[in-house]
């Protein structure tokens, strides 16, 4: 698993610049309804995330698209990644559900990254640690939603993806949210983007070095 931000396959996403169809007989301009109500996002304990790792293997599983192979492949690398986020110091993770599990997002200070975040630092220049103290700068470390939620009102405050990523800063208290995605996945980088999240060479008067990774930030609303 190359990209660090564990979203859903591009496979699953539509071609930039693609419009999907529009549903029939939906009229022209209509948003549709909200799905804030009747989804419930609330925070697992460790011993929670550890009665539901199953359930939450095939969620990913099911996000991630391709053959029952690949989802077994998918569902193991996820699991595997997230048992080790975890053990972080600080690590939080929410679900969204309705009469069953449809998405999740978790992460950890970043005082607690540990290996697999151990580059953060040459990635993220001084202007933006000056923004947040260690301990108040968040890895958002995964975001897994429908595919839907890739495409569909990604501005909306109701968006899933969007309620879920807040909903997770606020917790934390964070001033700043940070992740690290593959500089080759430009599809990811511009759904990140459509939720809010900025390069932070946006947010800062350094800019960022050439590397493996794109960073980008996000600003807790309100």
């Given at each position: 698993?190359?990209?660090?931000?564990?979203?859903?396959?591009?496979?699953?996403?539509?071609?930039?610049g693609?419009?999907?169809?529009?549903?029939?007989?939906?009229?022209?301009?209509?948003?549709?309804?909200?799905?804030?109500?009747?989804?419930?996002?609330?925070?697992?304990t460790?011993g929670?995330?550890?009665?539901r790792?199953?359930?939450?293997?095939?969620l990913?599983a099911?996000t991630?698209?391709?053959s029952?192979?690949?989802w077994?492949?998918?569902?193991?690398?996820?699991?595997?990644?997230?048992?080790?986020?975890?053990r972080?110091?600080?690590?939080?993770?929410l679900?969204?559900?309705?009469?069953?599990?449809?998405g999740?997002?978790?992460?950890?200070?970043?005082?607690?990254?540990?290996?697999?975040w151990?580059?953060?630092?040459?990635?993220v220049q001084?202007?933006l640690?000056?923004r947040a103290?260690p301990r108040r700068?968040?890895?958002?470390?995964?975001?897994?939603?429908?595919p839907?939620?890739?495409?569909?009102?990604?501005?909306?405050?109701w968006?899933?993806?969007?309620?879920l990523?807040?909903r997770?800063?606020?917790?934390?208290?964070?001033?700043l949210?940070?992740?690290?995605?593959?500089?080759?996945d430009d599809?990811?980088?511009?759904?990140?983007?459509s939720?809010?999240?900025?390069s932070a060479?946006?947010?800062t008067l350094t800019a960022?070095?050439?590397g493996?990774?794109r960073?980008?930030v996000?600003?807790?609303?309100?």
């Amino acid at each position: 698993m190359t990209a660090l931000i564990l979203l859903p396959t591009t496979a699953n996403l539509p071609a930039p610049g693609k419009r999907r169809a529009r549903t029939p007989g939906r009229p022209k301009g209509r948003q549709g309804p909200s799905p804030h109500e009747g989804t419930r996002l609330h925070e697992l304990t460790r011993g929670q995330v550890e009665d539901r790792r199953q359930e939450l293997g095939d969620l990913y599983a099911e996000t991630s698209g391709g053959s029952p192979w690949a989802w077994n492949q998918a569902r193991t690398a996820f699991l595997r990644h997230l048992a080790a986020d975890a053990r972080r110091p600080g690590f939080s993770l929410l679900i969204a559900e309705t009469t069953a599990l449809t998405g999740c997002a978790y992460g950890f200070p970043a005082g607690g990254a540990g290996p697999r975040w151990a580059g953060l630092g040459r990635h993220v220049q001084d202007g933006l640690l000056r923004r947040a103290a260690p301990r108040r700068l968040f890895v958002v470390s995964g975001i897994v939603v429908p595919p839907r939620v890739c495409w569909e009102h990604q501005d909306r405050p109701w968006n899933l993806a969007r309620r879920l990523q807040q909903r997770l800063l606020a917790g934390q208290r964070a001033a700043l949210g940070v992740t690290l995605v593959d500089v080759r996945d430009d599809q990811a980088v511009e759904t990140l983007r459509s939720w809010g999240w900025r390069s932070a060479g946006e947010d800062t008067l350094t800019a960022v070095p050439p590397g493996p990774f794109r960073v980008l930030v996000l600003a807790p609303e309100g």
